[in-house]
Each structure stands twice: as C-alpha cells, then as structure tokens.
C-alpha cells in the first residue's frame, strides 16, 4: 500500500490538511524525551533537590514544556492552532543519570496532538539543558519520541502505530 504524505497537494507543493470535514473526538497524545546527565551532575541535581543557580530545574521546565504545547502552531508552518484542554508532565530519573520527561496533551477536535506532545517533551528537555549547563554541557538530549496516540484514524501504542 502507498501512502501519501498528507502536508503535499497534489501538485506537489506543501499544504495544510484540511480538517474541514473530520469528526471531532477526544484526542490525547503522549511523547517523551530523556535527558542524561553525567554521573556527577546528576549526584549533584538530586542532592540539590534538583535545584540549579537558575532556580527550579523541574517546575521551570514543566512551565516552558506547557507554553511549547500551546504554541506548537507557531513552531510547526502546518500544525493548527488548538485549544488545548489538557496539558500534564511527568518527570522522574529511571536511572542515576536519566531523567524522563513525559508530556500528555488532550482535546476534543478534528485534528491530533501528538506535535504539541512532542514539542513539549522537546521543549521541557532542552529547558532541563538550559538550567544545568553551568554543571555541563555533556548533558545529552535524546529518544524524543510519540508514546501514544488515540482518538484519530491511526492508534499509536508504546510508538507502534496501529490503524
């Protein structure tokens, strides 16, 4: 089966969908990023209480990730501008050294989430960087990735794509 990609007319040139025509369902989308530390960085984070000489590494992060959620159609050239009713983070070391932010972005509309999931997570990662990189500039930003999406025509579970 081929597939076209749908931000291309067909002359080819670069297009927004038209969502005109789509039901509107809840929507709800997850992506995550991983932010790893050196090891002596992280020990000192965690034994700061994950503070920075900037302030709150997490809850500044948290703040920058949300207004990246809600300003994903200023980012993206064909991303629609949302209202976004929901808007969650959650950050927690699964390692010594790597840290996980998890953002969830949910609306009822006729168009998916998962962009403003994916700019949060991104966002909030490289906020992370920002607040430490007095500490480091070996932090390392990585597996920015879509966890889950529902409420469209495509099912993503865990980052397989399901229809």
Do not use: W
């Amino acid at each position: 089966m081929t597939r076209k990609l749908t931000h291309v007319d067909d002359q080819g040139r670069p297009a927004m969908v038209d969502i005109g025509t789509k039901q509107a369902t809840r929507r709800v989308a997850v992506a995550s990023a991983t932010v790893r530390f050196p090891s002596d960085v992280a020990a000192t984070l965690q034994a700061d209480g994950l503070r920075s000489a900037k302030g709150p590494v997490l809850d500044t992060a948290i703040i920058a990730g949300t207004l990246a959620v809600k300003r994903t159609h200023e980012l993206i050239p064909f991303c629609h501008p949302l209202p976004i009713e929901n808007c969650r983070f959650e950050m927690a070391f699964a390692s010594a050294t790597e840290l996980v932010i998890r953002c969830e972005v949910a609306i009822t509309h006729k168009t998916g989430v998962e962009m403003e999931a994916l700019t949060g997570a991104s966002v909030a990662a490289l906020t992370v960087y920002d607040m430490c990189k007095a500490l480091s500039h070996e932090i390392v930003i990585a597996d920015v990735r879509l966890l889950d999406k529902s409420g469209g025509k495509r099912k993503v579970t865990a980052g397989r794509a399901e229809r």
